[in-house]
């Protein structure tokens, strides 16, 4: 698993490249984990950098035709999709503004079908509140592992710039994720 989440109360540590991260109890702050799994209760897996396909739509496929995207299956999920925002930062630990029109996050079930989005506002890749929901989908849905995220990253091509994707805890619910997006 690359990104994870955990909510575990006690003493974590966790063996990264560089060292060791400790992830505190869920009543400290939000701690990060890179490309390592962090605990059971959120983790993707590698994103696979692409274009959103012809006809893409907001609306359809939570990206725009044309626009460059960000595929991340969901591994593993015990939370519901109130329980998580996302957003994306450049290697300056700074929030990424897309360039477009749109841009935003999605999430599509196992058949491709669009479940979830959020629309960012003025490029900034940055979940301030929760989904726009889909028929069917509310914040109390489990956002588990037949769910896909999709990330539109707007009209100019990112890749290969070392952005991180970030899944951040919300509620009840605290921690964070990140993993770098090709």
Do not use: K
């Amino acid at each position: 698993m690359v990104g994870a989440i955990s909510t575990l109360g006690t003493l974590l540590l966790i063996l990264v490249l560089t060292g060791v991260i400790p992830l505190l109890p869920t009543q400290a702050p939000p701690s990060t984990c890179s490309a390592l799994e962090c605990g059971l209760r959120f983790a993707v897996g590698n994103p696979i950098a692409g274009t959103c396909a012809a006809g893409g739509s907001f609306a359809t496929r939570g990206c725009i035709a044309g626009d460059f995207v960000y595929n991340l299956t969901i591994e593993t999920s015990s939370i519901t999709f109130g329980e998580v925002l996302f957003h994306v930062e450049t290697q300056n630990d700074t929030l990424y503004f897309a360039t477009g029109p749109y841009s935003g996050f999605a999430i599509l079930n196992s058949t491709g079908s669009l479940v979830a989005h959020y629309q960012t506002v003025g490029g900034v890749m940055n979940m301030t509140v929760g989904w726009n929901y889909v028929a069917g989908t509310t914040a109390s849905t489990t956002l588990s592992d037949i769910y896909s995220i999709v990330v539109d990253v707007g009209t100019a091509n990112p890749h290969g710039q070392g952005y991180d994707f970030v899944a951040l805890g919300t509620g009840s619910f605290s921690g964070s994720a990140s993993v770098v997006l090709p």
